[in-house]
């Protein structure tokens, strides 16, 4: 990195300017995921920590290209390039973490393990003592981590189970059919390089497509692929849930 600018704007993280100086000259060495949090590990040791929140995006643009409204971070690269952060609402965040040890010690008590890695074992130890909803448990990071509305609608879609029922309520092989629906949608999301509904691209400015193959969210009202029933939507965990009547039971 060569240079590093900002904007006055607050993001939901504060940017303390006395990590700067050990950000200049560092090379990305390797990128990172866990859970929704994207991590940038430098070659001098300190990692940037970026959650795009619900409107981020996280961008490589070649030089002379004319900067958006809201854009809130630009870090210079050795060859000119940039990489933005622009966040039209400000809900994400950068943050800097000086080791490896920091950023685990944070996420630590925030995320449960990544759906890939997760026991069949554990998972259904964590169904057998839920009485909440499955689609409160499933955006509980602490529980699974990186599922979000769109792929806790469309896990459930996917596993035929309504996600109105309690964890409690499921047998064992609900439980292990949602946990594979989980990563069998969450894999097809990443091959479509995910879901553009509104403002998401990826790093290379590219719209995902995963939103062309949506089979709950979003349809409310419109004929199940399956079964052609009209597509529910209500309420859980604050949040609008799809699913179909007929199919997820």
């Not at 993280?13 to 940038?40: D, F, M, N, Y």
């Not at 292990?176 to 998401?200: C, K, M, P």
């Amino acid at each position: 990195m060569v240079s590093i600018s900002r904007s006055k704007k607050s993001l939901r993280q504060k940017w303390s300017k006395k990590c700067e100086p050990a950000l200049l000259g560092s090379t990305v060495a390797a990128i990172h995921r866990r859970g929704k949090w994207l991590l940038l590990e430098l070659d001098r040791g300190p990692f940037l920590m970026v959650h795009l929140g619900m409107t981020g995006q996280f961008t490589v643009v070649q030089p002379g290209t004319p900067k958006e409204d809201h854009t809130h971070f630009v870090f210079l690269l050795d060859n000119r390039s940039e990489l933005r952060f622009r966040d039209i609402r400000r809900f994400g965040s950068i943050t800097y973490f000086p080791d490896r040890a920091g950023w685990e010690g944070y996420l630590a008590d925030r995320l449960g393990p990544e759906p890939w890695d997760l026991a069949a074992q554990d998972w259904q130890a964590e169904l057998a003592k839920s009485k909440r909803s499955l689609k409160a448990l499933l955006l509980d990071q602490t529980n699974i981590a990186g599922v979000g509305n769109i792929y806790a609608d469309e896990s459930c879609f996917a596993a035929r189970i309504d996600p109105q029922r309690t964890g409690q309520s499921l047998d064992a092989e609900e439980g292990l059919r949602l946990l594979q629906s989980i990563r069998e949608v969450l894999d097809r999301a990443i091959h479509y390089r995910g879901s553009s509904i509104r403002n998401y691209v990826g790093g290379s400015g590219l719209r995902g497509g995963f939103q062309d193959e949506f089979a709950a969210y979003g349809r409310t009202g419109k004929p199940c692929i399956k079964c052609e029933t009209p597509i529910k939507c209500v309420r859980l965990a604050g949040r609008s849930t799809h699913f179909c009547p007929q199919c997820q039971t």
